[in-house]
């Protein structure tokens, strides 16, 4: 991370900030502040809890929060993927802020999180589970699949989709690694929270319903593979379940062309394996729903339900098969819209909120509950003027909110940074430098499946849209840096293998299609690492892929093996 670097001024001020507050005893906090609680899974579709989507499974829990508390229509991610996204929520600053580009790089570990402060104002802390939000975690085939994603070759990366039934109808934990971390949460409200004169905040992160790894694929293997027990399957609804439309792969636009074929789902699919994959999907939410209804429950028992704001939303959603893709990684609704759900004092019950919010909202909005002053540099806004009906003007320095979200992704699956503004009844998807690659814009209103970009046929649309995002953030600019440091740190890391290198990168996730012809990738990365990035220039021209020209395309253009693939296939 480059010294005085945004985020490195925006940790500053929260620990001058929090420095105020631990020179002097831990202030008790106000008995009557709230206590709170967030649960924060992984990989929820935010579209299953509210009509339609609702209707493909039985999730009692999230229910409960409805009727009793308010759900966000149109929240979402800041980055479709775990680390960036959770790096977003914890630090309430954009991803082009906390530049955490990939599933390696997150902020630094003494960054000053909501929850650093509000134990310094006097909460009880406490957290279990998956957090996910610093430096350093993930295979390193992860990160060097985000490194090479400008290098002139394609590689499948991940196993096939599949799906796997386990244990019997009566078999409810399936997921034993959260199960156990939700008994934490659980005994830790019934046996100290319980006890405690001051609030608590409790942090409980689950890592369904992300789907689980796939040993099949190999020893670098991904996580492609859907599994639950029937005891969960006969929550879902098969007949409510839908068939995504498909695109022709000669039809899909080139990003979304390349991410279908690194995760390995541009093969065959029956509609009995789609079908079978969504269910299996929609059952995991299903056992994701009984582990934060242990938590309410456990909060009713011990009669700390009325004093506890509960807050459900987790880090990204799943396609699930939606645009011929698994996982995330894209804007697309089933990967960006999270499920946001909050209950407790003060908040109104059975109220649906439309405005567009994103978990860097979480940040100030945790402040704001524990009535710490909420500082001026982050990139959310409190949520409670929407769940307390307030005019912002009275309760933030900064204003009303504005009308849009910003999401952006710089990793693996995908070939080009990638930069989403929604707002209103439009979602404006540009990429790179916004000239090199042909936008989309979906409305959502008309089109909620988002199946026909409207970019060409609304071009003042296009243009005012591409105005607001280039005044939040210089996007071409993070696209070269992200480009920039993916080619330093793979350097780095070649250099580090030493002899070992051929060999290692050879058994990465990609090593089924790596392995039929070593040294044509091998000598794909030297070029790429040799003669610099190419700005795709060559294909800006044309906006269809059906017309590119094979012959006019660079020889060192990340692009030519795609274009070439796709040529063939018409």
């Known amino acids: 991370m480059r010294d005085g670097g945004p985020l490195e001024r925006a940790a500053l001020a929260l620990l001058l900030m929090a420095a105020g507050a631990g020179a002097r005893p831990r202030p008790a906090a106000p008995r009557d502040q709230s206590n709170v609680v967030l649960v924060a899974c992984d990989s929820l579709d935010g579209r299953l809890t509210f009509f339609p989507g609702n209707q493909t499974v039985n999730l009692p829990s999230i229910n409960f929060m409805k009727r009793h508390g308010t759900v966000f229509l149109n929240a979402y991610t800041n980055s479709p993927i775990c680390c960036p996204s959770r790096a977003a929520m914890w630090s309430g600053l954009f991803t082009h802020l906390t530049e955490s580009w990939n599933n ?12 650093d402060l509000m134990e310094k104002h ?12 610093t430096s350093g975690h993930h295979s390193v085939s992860n990160r060097v699949e985000a490194w090479t994603r400008d290098v002139n070759f394609l590689l499948r990366q991940e196993g096939r989709p599949m799906v796997k039934l386990t244990g019997h109808r009566k078999q409810f934990r399936v997921m034993e690694t959260d199960w156990r971390n939700t008994d934490k949460a659980v005994n830790w409200i019934k046996e100290e929270a319980v006890n405690f004169t001051r609030p608590f905040i409790l942090y409980l992160g689950l890592n369904l319903p992300h789907p689980y790894p796939s040993p099949y694929a190999g020893e670098n293997f991904g996580s492609s593979t859907f599994l639950t027990s029937p005891y969960w399957l006969e929550k879902v609804n098969y007949e409510a ?12 636009h080139r990003v979304d062309y390349y991410s279908s074929y690194t995760k390995n789902c541009t093969g065959e699919f029956s509609k009995e394996e789609v079908r079978n994959i969504r269910a299996f999907y929609y059952a995991m939410c299903a056992e994701t729903d009984a582990m934060l209804g242990e938590i309410i429950s456990a909060l009713r028992d011990t009669g700390l339900l009325g004093k506890t704001v509960i807050i459900f939303t987790a880090d990204h959603g799943e396609l699930a098969m939606e645009h011929r893709q698994f996982y995330k990684m894209s804007m697309y609704e089933g990967s960006s819209h999270v499920p946001l759900l909050v209950m407790g004092p003060g908040i109104r019950e059975q109220q649906q909120i439309p405005n567009v919010v994103s978990l860097v909202d979480i940040y100030p909005t945790m402040l704001d509950i524990a009535r ?51 707002t209103g009844k439009w979602k404006y998807i540009t990429y790179s430098d916004g000239s090199s690659v042909p936008p989309q814009l979906f409305d959502l209103t008309a089109d909620p499946d988002e199946l026909t970009n409207v970019a060409i046929k609304f071009p003042v649309t296009v243009h005012s849209l591409d105005k607001i995002l280039r005044s939040i953030v210089n996007y071409p600019k993070v696209s070269s840096s992200v480009q920039e440091y993916n080619k330093q740190q793979f350097i780095s ?54 017309c590119f020209s094979v012959s006019n395309v660079h020889s060192s253009c990340p692009w030519d093996m795609f274009t070439v693939k796709i040529w063939k296939l018409q």
């Open 493 to 546: 890391w070649k250099q580090s293998l030493g002899h070992n290198y051929s060999s290692v990168i050879a058994n990465l996730r990609w090593h089924q299609d790596w392995l039929k012809d070593q040294k044509k990738y091998e000598n794909a990365i030297d070029k790429w690492l040799g003669k610099g990035n190419c700005d795709h220039s060559c294909l800006a021209e044309c906006s269809e892929i059906s």
């Open 122 to 133: 006097g909460y009880h802390a406490q957290k279990f589970g998956k957090l996910d939000f």
């Open 241 to 252: 379940i839908k068939i995504p439309k498909w695109s022709a792969l000669s039809e899909m």
């Open 372 to 422: 710490i002053p909420v500082p001026q540099n982050l990139s959310g806004y409190s949520l409670i003027p929407l769940l307390r009906e307030k005019a912002e003007s009275e309760t933030s320095p900064r204003g009303p909110r504005p009308s849009w979200v910003l999401s952006e992704f710089h990793g693996c699956n995908v070939n080009s940074s990638v930069y989403m503004l929604r």
């Open 104 to 115: 390696f790089k997150g902020l630094d570990p003494d960054y000053v999180t909501w929850m």
